[in-house]
């Protein structure tokens, strides 16, 4: 080894700087040590400019009339932010063998490009070199209007590959199954351990290690198989050589009935402090689920971001975990079917999703814990019948938020800026889409975090599809972690 080289400051950021230009971040910066309080000081990042991206695209297993198309977008950048040097070389939506032709492209910055609608669906991955390739970020959207397993909606946006994942609300239920689907871009094989936690706490599960992903290829691990009858789960998904893209598919029934099915959008890691955002508003069941993966009893406090301003849930302003354990709560009373978040403050490190139903439960999305916005969101929105509502929420101090929202050729439709009064959560509605845009969105002052919800009519044709969906908004990684510009935007940066 050579003589830089066993400084071990300097393995470690070389080991970064090559998972990054791996990975395809637009913009790598180096924050200084994270602060869990709501505000906190920030220090001024380094940045180092990349021009790759790979990002995987799950698809549901084909079944009855479902259709699947993955959208996807290099959108449109703030003035002034760095990219590739180059022509613009265009993005590749394609099949993962690496002899599979591609089946759609980005060609030119903010404008959206797309799959062919599939009624065999394949995972697709969206990848290339150059200017375009940062800010990237697509959606992978099924509907079915009928059968036995896929009735409904199932979006979730393309995910970057990486070593680390939580999910939380999974179940090996008899009622329920749910998938965790890994997807390895890399032309290497990959190997996985995935951790279980139940509401007995931490499951033994030898089944659940060694997984092998193979190159440019998928593996799924059935929960129902290797943890039947154990509810509320959480998993923690680790790759032990190479990287993969993990997801949970989750179809649910009662009385062989399908009652939808969607993706589990993933949840931060671990910390003593985590947002739940975007709650759907509207009729329908709310469960809070909280994992405590440490060894320690937790003791967890509830504060609801309500659009009124922050309150504690009467009889749920405190909430015990036991050590290695998964709890649920059902908020929908509390909630009373205003758009909220939630804030959780705990003494242990836990995560956490929401779990919400239509008024008729026969339709579901789920939301996992989030890191507070520290630059500009993007999110693809697919084509949907009914209006879609983007919940910002200021868990701390007053905070300031802008918004655009694009079309398909990058027109913008909506801008906007607005304050987000201390401890509320304001919901922006934007109306139906017949085909797919794209939303932006930056926090500007304070601490926000973020999502968008779309639930159905309230009173529903015969005929329509229900569509239900959460998707959270999570920093580019263009802008991810380039601190500096205000005082208080690092707390979630965990």
């Known amino acids: ?177 749910d998938v965790l689907v890994l997807t390895n871009l890399d032309s290497l094989n990959a190997e996985v351990n995935v951790s279980v936690y139940s509401r007995a706490g931490a499951a033994d599960l030898p089944a659940a290690r060694g997984i092998v992903v193979p190159a440019r290829g998928t593996s799924e691990l059935f929960l129902r198989q290797i943890a039947p009858n154990l509810r509320d789960i959480a998993l923690h998904v680790e790759s032990t050589g190479g990287r993969v893209a993990a997801a949970v598919r989750s179809n649910a029934s009662s009385a062989g009935k399908p009652l939808g099915v969607d993706w589990l959008n993933q949840s931060s890691a671990p910390a003593t402090m985590s947002f739940v955002p975007a709650v759907a508003p509207g009729k329908g069941g709310r469960i809070l689920s909280i994992a405590n993966p440490t060894d320690l009893q937790a003791t967890v406090g509830l504060t609801i971001n309500g659009p009124n301003g922050p309150f504690k849930p009467a009889g749920l302003e405190t909430v015990t975990v036991d050590a290695g354990a998964v709890k649920s709560v059902a908020l929908d009373k509390v909630l009373n079917g205003d758009p909220s978040a939630i804030t959780l403050t ?22 996992g814990s989030a890191d507070a916005l520290a630059g500009p969101a993007y999110l693809v929105l697919p084509a949907h019948r009914q209006p879609v509502v983007l919940q910002v929420t200021a868990p701390g101090k007053t905070a300031s938020v802008k918004f655009e929202l694009r079309d398909a050729v990058g027109r913008a439709l909506v801008t906007r800026a607005l304050d987000i009064v201390n401890g509320a959560t304001t919901p922006i509605s934007f109306p139906a889409q017949p085909r797919a845009t794209y939303l932006m969105v930056q926090q500007t002052r304070g601490t926000v975090v973020a999502g968008v919800t779309l639930m159905p009519a309230a009173k529903p044709s015969k005929d329509d599809v229900p569509q239900v969906a959460a998707w959270p908004l999570s920093t580019s990684l263009v802008f991810r972690a380039q601190l500096g510009a205000q005082p208080d935007v690092s707390a979630a940066l965990r």
């Open 346 to 367: 705990s003494d242990q490190p836990v995560t956490a999703a929401m779990r919400a139903t239509d008024a008729s439960q026969t339709e579901f999305s789920s939301i």
């Open 1 to 177: 080894m050579s003589r830089l080289l066993s400084d071990p400051r300097l393995r470690i950021g070389a080991v970064v700087a090559a998972m990054a230009v791996l990975a395809g971040l637009g913009v790598i910066t180096h924050p200084g040590k994270a602060d869990t309080r709501v505000e906190a000081a920030t220090t001024e990042p380094t940045r180092a400019i990349v021009n790759r991206t790979a990002l995987a695209c799950p698809v549901l297993s084909a079944s009855g009339k479902m259709t699947s198309v993955v959208n996807a977008v290099a959108p449109t950048l703030p003035d002034g932010t760095p990219t590739a040097a180059g022509a613009a070389q265009p993005l590749s939506i394609a099949p993962l063998p690496a002899t599979a032709n591609p089946v759609g492209s980005l060609l030119k910055r903010g404008t959206i490009g797309s799959s062919p609608v599939a009624t065999n669906p394949v995972p697709l991955s969206i990848q290339g070199t150059g200017p375009l390739a940062a800010g990237t970020v697509g959606t992978s959207t099924a509907t079915a209007p009928d059968g036995e397993v896929n009735r409904g909606m199932a979006s979730v946006p393309c995910q970057l590959p990486g070593s680390d994942f939580w999910f939380v609300g999974a179940s090996g239920a008899s009622d329920r199954r």
